[in-house]
């Protein structure tokens, strides 16, 4: 009986954990999408003296991915721009301290590592730079 309901719970765990993905990889780790950085990793940014952005999405979800795609696309133009894409899938905590609720979410910090924006929802690539510009990832 044991054995049965681990194998049921092995065979059943995916579903429960965003089922499949497309070739057996995340969507946000499909090919022209930013792929997800750990928080752990993505949180040593903040306060280093530049803005930081954290998209919050995952990749089942539409308007995740194309924020995924626009953070790709101008992390290759602006590879200066501290923008990480973190996966609450994965990363449930880290969703849970930032006091994400809905996705996509994007939070700026400033250098000194201040919450300074919040932003539900997808942005145009227009919005999205404005909204960059404004929180000085252009600055020298």
Do not use: W
């Not at 719970?9 to 993905?21: D, E, H, R, Y």
């Not at 090919?31 to 990793?41: D, F, L, M, W």
């Not at 992390?75 to 894409?85: A, D």
């Amino acid at each position: 009986m044991k054995r049965l309901l681990l194998l049921m719970a092995t065979l059943l765990m995916p579903l429960f954990f965003g089922g499949c993905s497309p070739q057996g990889r995340e969507a946000s780790e499909v090919r022209g999408s930013e792929p997800a950085t750990p928080y752990v990793y993505a949180a040593k940014a903040v306060g280093q003296g530049q803005p930081v952005m954290f998209e919050f999405g995952k990749g089942s979800c539409k308007a995740c991915k194309e924020m995924g795609e626009l953070i790709f696309r101008l992390k290759k133009s602006r590879p200066h721009y501290r923008l990480f894409y973190i996966d609450v899938s994965r990363d449930r905590k880290a969703a849970a301290e930032n006091g994400i609720r809905m996705i996509p979410t994007q939070l700026f910090f400033d250098g000194e590592g201040r919450e300074v924006y919040r932003h539900v929802g997808g942005f145009t690539t227009d919005g999205f730079m404005q909204t960059l510009q404004k929180y000085g990832f252009d600055a020298k």
